[in-house]
């Protein structure tokens, strides 16, 4: 039977003739987007594969195309689109599969890396570029294991460490830059941490765990009306947040009670102020800077209870949470001085003048290194027995107490080393009475001078000496 000749209609000639010109612009622009792409410019380049799209939405290759100059700009979830689309267009696309691949593993999905890069062996057994990054997808999901086991060890260095190098495969990962800077902040080192949160939060305001991290930052620095803020602002972002949850409870609970402790110790509560200090101390062990203040205000409150021992604990427990605390250093210097540990005090006082050359500090300094000076010397008020601000009847009193107590006379039928020893102490008592008694020499005794240096005594009561002004 012979072929019957049909027409075909005018309007599908047109369309034809329609879709090849689309095609051939399409495939103009892609040719200028490759331009712009050798040349680095990929900003022009991403708008020409985009136009090349529109003309011929069904080319995977103008997709890979797109999503290799927005792997380029750093917008993998843009990127890892194209790429989907492409290989859904064309699943033997091996180019298509490597970039879906490699954005999976720079925004931190080593799995789906994995599977890409897999796909991609089975188009091109020899394929060593897919090798090498399914090689990198293993080494990632290591480092994701080694933080996990460190975060829950606690040992946040390690877990610092070990996003450091999985940031160096997965640059992109907001999920990594996030639990790096979270660990940064329990490590105390919270300008690091706050930098990497706001990097994320100008690219994404609304970033929930980025905002935990701010808040968690601001807390641990004591600026706990502020973290609260954040941490409310990070709920209302995601209200399943369970570490926000947490951290915004016991910012508030830490607040409340160091209020209600610092509230008491003004009222001379005392006692109740030490209890509340205690129980805030519970409340959040992480919280290093707050901690700090928290031993420190219970050191205050366990000195006006006279509890000075323990108040120097709590001082050394303020201190080895933040050896920058000055005012821990000069709360425990005065429990030093109060206790006569001078040379501990002085040592305080060292460490605090240092830091801050103030004039009060230097005072303090200088009365505990005189303190320290006299401490040295024999203490004349403990010879007698008597306090530092006896009167001058009560010296007399002493003296003639202590003097009756350790006369030769009452100790003749001693062992010749007894008979020694209290003449050694009888002749003390006169030295004591001897400055004590004399107003000049009591002032220069008291103010630290080292009267043995002056010539002063020669055996005991009764030798007349002047003392040089």
């Known amino acids: 039977m012979a072929a019957v000749d049909i027409d075909v209609p005018v309007e599908t000639e047109q369309q034809l003739r329609n879709h090849d010109d689309l095609e ?48 380029m700009l750093c917008r993998f979830r843009e990127a890892l689109e194209d790429s989907q689309q492409a290989v859904r267009l064309d699943d033997c696309f091996m180019k298509g599969h490597l970039r879906e691949g490699k954005c999976h593993l720079s925004l931190g999905n080593a799995m789906a890396a994995s599977r890409c890069f897999q796909k991609v062996l089975e188009l091109e057994p020899s394929n060593r570029e897919a090798q090498q990054e399914n090689k990198n997808a293993t080494t990632l999901l290591e480092y994701e294991r080694m933080a996990d086991f460190g975060f829950e060890k606690r040992d946040f260095r390690k877990v610092v460490y070990c996003m450091d190098r999985a940031l160096a495969l997965a640059s992109a990962c907001h999920r990594f830059k996030i639990l790096k800077a979270e660990c940064l902040a329990l490590l105390g080192r919270y300008p690091e941490a706050q930098s990497v949160a706001s990097d994320i939060l100008r690219m994404d305001s609304t970033n929930a765990d980025a905002l935990y991290v701010r808040g968690l930052c601001l ?193 003749s039928a001693a062992t010749p080393e007894v008979q020694k020893e209290e003449e050694k102490k009888f002749k003390e008592v006169g030295e004591a009475f001897t400055v004590l008694s004399d107003p000049k020499k009591k002032i220069r005794y008291d103010n630290g001078h080292d009267l043995e240096d002056d010539g002063c005594f020669d055996g005991g009561v009764g030798f007349n000496c002047e003392l040089s002004e």
């Open 24 to 71: 051939r612009q399409a495939e103009g622009f892609k040719e200028q987007g490759n331009l712009f792409y050798s040349k680095k410019d990929y900003s022009e380049a991403f708008n020409y594969y985009t136009k090349a799209i529109d003309a011929s939405p069904k080319n995977a290759s103008y997709y890979g195309n797109r999503a290799a100059t927005l792997m």
């Open 219 to 411: 807390y641990y620095e004591d600026c706990i009306d502020k973290a609260v803020q954040f941490f409310v602002q990070a709920l209302r972002m995601a209200p399943d947040h369970e570490k926000a949850r947490l951290a915004c409870r016991n910012a508030k609970a830490l607040k409340a009670k160091k209020d209600e402790g610092n509230q008491a110790f003004k009222s001379s509560s005392y006692e109740a102020a030490y209890q509340l200090y205690t129980e805030a101390l519970t409340i959040d062990p992480n919280n290093i800077k707050t901690n700090a203040k928290l031993y420190c205000n219970r050191a205050t409150a366990g000195a006006k209870l006279k509890k000075l021992n323990q108040a120097i604990e709590d001082c050394t427990s303020a201190i080895k949470l933040d050896d920058t605390y000055i005012k821990a250093y000069l709360r425990r210097a005065q429990c030093y001085m109060d206790t006569e540990q001078y040379e501990e005090a002085v040592r305080d006082y060292e460490k605090v003048y240092q830091t801050e050359k103030t004039s009060d500090h230097k005072h303090l300094l200088k009365t505990a290194q005189m303190e320290l000076k006299k401490s040295k010397r024999k203490d004349y008020y403990k010879v007698l027995g008597v306090g530092k601000n006896a009167t001058e009847d009560e010296i007399k009193k002493a003296y003639r107490k202590r003097a009756l107590m350790h006369h030769p006379d009452r100790h």
